[in-house]
DNA sequence: TCTGGGGTCCTAGGACCC
DNA sequence: TCTGGGGTCCTAGGACCC
């Protein structure tokens, strides 16, 4: 049964506008109210732009190598990633956010979904454009608010809020009148969860919008979409089946993956970034209470090249591990299983899986390792990580990890570290 | 020369069991 | 002629997300 308060519950979805770019603005006077592009890792591809770069035509995704001359000519300000300063500010922004709010999810780094009450007048836009103005005030980052029933239509209100000068980039999809009209807006690949498969297939039926996905045949989308086409289209029509998610689920699996700025066709190189990655998945894991039982490698082979290589393998073990040694022991041996000299690998991954949570683990009957060096081994990993969290990341690491790594990631334009210090963030006094 | 990285969920099909 | 049937578990792959 539905209490009062849940019926007078709206969810929105709040989003930072451009972050990763406004993240550096907000640090970098210099750049404010400048074209400015963020590069993918290895410099590889656009992945945000400021709103002056959007208006110059800069597509998203685009090589940077294809545009980069362009990109010069127009004097477009360009910058490597840079993901430590982007997460200290998600950080800060969702925790403003959380005292706005009922309830908060925490959808991805630079979005959530919040539920919160609607008052008696029915009217959100005040506590909208507060939340806006603190934020701004706070980070000097603009949001972006969609409100709706549940999850799908507020993200929808959100698309409208974009779309809709008038805005201000707020929009309520529950307190207008012609509401087919504005579902007519959205076109059917702009809704979340339908992506480039199921669009093609809704275009060829002549569903071309939100509205008309709306109004479809239910048993056509279930046959052909299953169940999550069927919650989507319910949650169009006003329904909830998505319930918000305000506790973090535990990952069930951990990745961590990289393309080379070079590719690399020596077994050493390729063990070498494989025991790198191993490292910092396994710290990964120790920050998040975990260990694994399925450790896996691959390596492959440019998408844009003719030969076509990948190849994976995999070890189960019996007692789940956070171990950083035991783990390089193993990625070692998998990385010669994977490694064939006749290829140019352009790419490699380490993935840790069949995660469980390391306080309620249980062992295995047969246990290898005794007590005593488990103890040692725990207390060495604590001991790394917390240097590490002092220190940077600099303090400790293995001596696989100091040769040269002919392959590395290339970084050019990475803003400067001393201006990624939280601590130097300025803060605006209004 | 140069095209990101890290996730989740669902489904179909095979293996295996009684 | 006809070659059980139902259940579970696991895996690979597809599709999608930011």
């Given at each position: 049964?539905?209490s009062?308060?849940?019926?007078n519950?709206?969810m929105?979805?709040?989003?930072?506008?451009?972050?990763?770019?406004?993240?550096?603005?907000?640090?970098?006077?210099?750049l404010?109210?400048?074209?400015?592009?963020i590069?993918?890792?290895?410099?590889?591809?656009?992945?945000?732009?400021?709103?002056?770069?959007?208006?110059l035509?800069i597509?998203?995704?685009?090589?940077?190598?294809?545009?980069k001359e362009r990109?010069?000519?127009?004097?477009v300000?360009?910058?490597?990633?840079?993901?430590?300063?982007?997460?200290?500010?998600?950080k800060?922004?969702?925790?403003?956010?959380?005292d706005?709010?009922?309830?908060?999810?925490?959808?991805?780094?630079?979005?959530?979904?919040?539920?919160?009450?609607?008052?008696?007048d029915?009217?959100?836009?005040?506590?909208?454009r507060k939340?806006?103005?603190l934020?701004?005030?706070?980070?000097?980052?603009?949001?972006?608010?969609?409100?709706?029933e549940?999850?799908?239509?507020?993200?929808?209100?959100?698309?409208?809020?974009?779309n809709?000068?008038?805005?201000?980039?707020?929009?309520?999809?529950?307190?207008?009148n012609?509401?087919?009209?504005?579902?007519?807006k959205?076109?059917?690949?702009?809704?979340?969860?339908?992506?480039?498969?199921?669009?093609n297939?809704?275009?060829?039926?002549g569903?071309?919008?939100?509205?008309?996905?709306?109004?479809?045949?239910?048993?056509?989308?279930?046959?052909?979409?299953?169940?999550?086409?069927?919650?989507?289209?319910?949650?169009?029509?006003?329904?909830?089946?998505?319930?918000?998610?305000?506790?973090?689920?535990?990952?069930?699996?951990?990745?961590?993956?990289?393309?080379?700025?070079?590719?690399?066709?020596?077994?050493?190189?390729?063990?070498?970034?494989?025991a790198?990655?191993?490292?910092?998945?396994?710290?990964?894991?120790?920050?998040q209470?975990?260990k694994?039982s399925?450790?896996t490698?691959?390596?492959?082979?440019?998408?844009?090249?003719?030969?076509?290589?990948?190849?994976?393998?995999?070890?189960?073990?019996?007692n789940?591990?956070d171990?950083?040694?035991?783990?390089?022991?193993?990625?070692?041996?998998?990385?010669?299983?994977i490694?064939?000299?006749?290829?140019?690998?352009?790419k490699?991954?380490?993935l840790?899986q069949?995660?469980?949570?390391?306080?309620?683990?249980?062992?295995?009957?047969i246990?290898?390792?005794?007590?005593?060096?488990?103890?040692?081994?725990?207390?060495?990993?604590?001991?790394i990580?917390?240097?590490?969290k002092?220190?940077?990341?600099?303090?400790?690491?293995?001596a696989?990890?100091?040769?040269?790594?002919?392959?590395?990631m290339?970084?050019?334009s990475?803003s400067?570290?001393?201006?990624?210090n939280?601590?130097?963030?300025?803060?605006?006094?209004?």
């Amino acid at each position: 049964m539905k209490s009062k308060s849940s019926l007078n519950k709206a969810m929105a979805l709040i989003d930072a506008n451009n972050f990763y770019a406004s993240c550096e603005q907000s640090i970098n006077p210099h750049l404010r109210n400048k074209a400015v592009v963020i590069l993918s890792n290895n410099d590889g591809c656009i992945i945000a732009r400021s709103p002056e770069a959007r208006a110059l035509k800069i597509k998203m995704g685009m090589p940077y190598f294809k545009v980069k001359e362009r990109l010069n000519r127009l004097g477009v300000a360009v910058l490597s990633s840079n993901y430590s300063l982007y997460g200290d500010m998600s950080k800060r922004l969702m925790n403003l956010l959380k005292d706005y709010s009922e309830e908060i999810e925490i959808y991805s780094i630079d979005e959530a979904f919040v539920s919160i009450i609607r008052p008696k007048d029915k009217n959100l836009n005040p506590w909208a454009r507060k939340v806006r103005c603190l934020i701004y005030q706070n980070l000097g980052i603009t949001l972006t608010i969609g409100i709706g029933e549940n999850k799908v239509r507020a993200k929808i209100a959100n698309k409208l809020a974009k779309n809709i000068d008038y805005s201000a980039g707020i929009f309520d999809l529950v307190r207008i009148n012609d509401e087919s009209d504005y579902l007519r807006k959205i076109s059917v690949e702009k809704i979340w969860g339908i992506g480039k498969q199921t669009s093609n297939w809704l275009q060829r039926k002549g569903v071309k919008n939100a509205q008309e996905l709306r109004d479809m045949d239910e048993d056509e989308i279930m046959k052909k979409l299953g169940i999550i086409g069927k919650r989507l289209q319910l949650e169009l029509r006003g329904n909830k089946c998505l319930p918000i998610e305000t506790i973090k689920k535990p990952k069930k699996q951990i990745q961590v993956s990289r393309s080379f700025g070079k590719p690399i066709t020596k077994l050493e190189d390729l063990t070498q970034a494989l025991a790198i990655y191993a490292i910092n998945a396994s710290a990964k894991m120790r920050s998040q209470n975990l260990k694994s039982s399925t450790i896996t490698v691959f390596a492959r082979t440019s998408h844009y090249s003719n030969e076509a290589y990948q190849k994976s393998a995999y070890k189960k073990l019996t007692n789940a591990t956070d171990n950083t040694s035991t783990i390089l022991k193993i990625v070692v041996e998998l990385s010669k299983e994977i490694y064939n000299p006749e290829h140019k690998l352009s790419k490699a991954g380490v993935l840790m899986q069949d995660l469980t949570n390391s306080k309620y683990l249980q062992q295995s009957i047969i246990n290898y390792e005794s007590q005593e060096d488990k103890n040692k081994s725990v207390s060495l990993m604590k001991t790394i990580d917390s240097l590490n969290k002092k220190f940077n990341n600099k303090a400790i690491t293995w001596a696989i990890t100091k040769k040269t790594q002919a392959w590395a990631m290339n970084r050019n334009s990475l803003s400067p570290v001393s201006t990624t210090n939280i601590k130097k963030i300025p803060t605006v006094i209004s």
